[in-house]
């Protein structure tokens, strides 16, 4: 499956343990970051695919007016479980748990992060939150029907099984915050002799900054849940207005964690284009310092936006307006990055490999996503749209035009470094094109529906919806296609894929300076870093350089 | 990071036992001023309370008093992030 040596006499990190065990064992007991990143990938790319699946058939509901294939309730609990499995599973944990994981250290010149049995750990509580979000479908009470938000008052009077999903959301919380715990000490600590703050790639940037929000955010996530719990349980009158609680406490609290975890989700990503871009330009990044800053200002500013998810609770006039600038606001350090990409694209020679392709087609949709977000983020507006499908497509093209699609654009351009195989490259041009036709039938419908008043998580809708509701369904089709494509040529070329080469790509970032797949320790011995992170000048000295 | 230092790391025993002495004082002023009626100033005065008691925990039993400044930086970063929450917080709850 794997390329028997990565190097002639040179042993890859799956072909050596770091146990005394083999097999089976060698991969569960491993604390290889590699490995690790490798076990989140199986696991977090099978959970994508239930929730694509989930996906499909909510889509085949709302194909026709009324009943198509299932009860409302079956409806409720679908796209509850699709929010849930799709942003804790998933999205939260995507990036920064597979390609973190893997890259992390051997972009800093490391041998591993500063506490790898931590790292094993962190994988378990991540398997074992997962295994209770499928527990909690089958028990006596029936799955969570309350949205991925949990709601209250609804999520303390639903008989369903909110307390222990939630638990699973509580318990994936530690995972994340370990996962943070580590990722800083190692940026810390752990980088090779001359790798200067600013010499780090711009995804270390961004995997650092992701790992702040990760240790500051999610501990209030799991306060919250905790007191969802206890209030569901005991009745105490913390967030229930029946028992004099506040309701929008909730929110606060939900957002104040569920808001920064947006840029959980798209921080890595822009890490990853700003990997992407320079390599397939042949030329340095523009304004790395801007970048690197607009990382740390987005996860700072970040934390100050959330009510604006609250516009129309009940919340103060007062925090309306300031939640509204706020807002606004975070947009600056996010256009900083577009425009940054967009210029170290100008003059560049531009190789429009399948990693750039993906790319564009993120710059594209992530733009859509971004200003469609100030759109909701204006108080006018937003009492107009707010809890329409048009806050349902923003979403989407956000998270899954933004995070979605760079979490495919890293796979195909870490593939052949992870795996030391090479896919079918028209396959995956193929690939992209579909997902970008799916993608924007799928979900640009929404907005339009949005606009006209169609409700989000609404079984049954008014006839004058239907032609747009059945567009998008056929878009659901086609984007779903690509991606069950996709998994298909990748798993392929796992077993008869041609061999990849070190450096496949003309990548000068450390990884693509090792052999492919990686050795075990990456490094035969720690690396002095003389250059910049996207200076090319080094391919011609670089040993496996193209 | 170092642990050598392990004398000055913790400070004295005398230091220990008067800063565990004075969280219980700050418990019981809690406890006695939760039975006053200070109208709006309640939850300020408590907030403020629970604060300073932290503010012993963190630098006395967590050490960070005695630690490199790169931790004293992470300490504010994060407690800097929890009072602008708190603020923020404050503008929907004090003008609702």
Known sequence: MINEA?????????????????????????????RIGIMYLIAILSFFLVGVVIGLFMRW??????????????????????????????????????????????????????????NLLSFYIYVIGAILVLVSLFLPGGPIDTGWTFYIPYSIRTSTNVSMAIFAAFILGFSSILTGINFVTTVHRLRAPGMTWFRMPLFVWSTYATAWIQIIATPVIGITILLVIIERAF????????????PILFQHLFWIYSHPAVYIMILPAMGVVSEIIPTFSRRTIF????????????AFVGYLVWAHHMFTSGMSDTSRWIFSLLTFIVALPSGVKIFNWVATMYKGSIDPQVPFLWVMSFIFLFSI???????????????????????????????????????????????????????????????????????NMLYFPKFILGYMGMPRRYYDYLPEFASLQLVSTIGSWIL?????????????????????????????????????PPPMENFHEIPTITHEPYDFSQLKEMKYGE | MEHNNTEKHGGSYTTLVLVWIGLLAL?????????????????F???????????????????????????????????????????LTFFDFIYR
């Open chain 1, 235 to 246: 009745g105490v009158g913390i967030f229930d207005p029946a028992l004099g609680g506040d």
């Open chain 1, 480 to 516: 779903a296609g690509a991606i069950f494509f996709v998994v298909g040529y990748l798993i392929h070329a796992l077993y008869k894929g041609k061999k990849a080469t070190a450096n496949p790509w003309g990548g000068v970032t450390l990884e693509w300076h090792i052999a492919s």
């Open chain 2, 27 to 43: 418990t019981s002023i809690t406890v006695t001023v939760a039975g006053i009626s200070l109208g709006q100033y309640t939850l």
């Open chain 1, 369 to 439: 996503g971004g200003l469609t977000g100030l759109v909701v983020g204006a108080l006018a507006t937003d009492v107009h749209l707010h809890d329409t499908y048009f806050v349902v497509a923003h979403f989407h093209y956000v998270m899954f035009g933004g995070t979605g699609t760079i979490f495919f654009a890293a796979l195909h351009y870490w593939f052949p470094k992870m795996f030391g195989k090479m896919y079918n490259k028209r396959f995956a041009v193929i690939s992209v094109v579909l997902f970008f036709i799916g993608f």
């Open chain 1, 61 to 118: 509901e709302l194909m026709f007016p009324g009943k198509t294939i299932m009860e409302a309730q079956t409806y409720n609990t679908l796209f509850t479980l699709h929010g849930v499995i799709m942003i804790f599973l998933f999205i939260i944990p995507g990036l920064p748990a597979i390609f973190g994981n893997f890259f992390l250290p051997i972009q800093l010149g490391a041998k591993d992060v500063a506490f790898p049995r931590l």
């Open chain 2, 45 to 87: 005065v408590a907030l403020l309370i629970a604060a300073v008691k932290s503010g012993f925990v963190i630098n006395i039993f967590m050490h960070i008093k005695f630690e490199e400044p790169i931790f004293k930086v992470f300490i504010a970063v994060s407690g800097i992030t929890l009072f602008v929450i708190f603020l």
């Open chain 1, 6 to 34: 990565a190097n002639p006499g040179e042993k890859s990190f799956y072909q050596v343990s770091t146990n005394k065990h083999t097999g089976i064992l060698s991969w569960l007991l491993t604390v290889d970051h590699k």
């Open chain 1, 287 to 298: 304004g790395y310092k801007q970048i690197a800053y607009s990382s740390l200002a987005i």
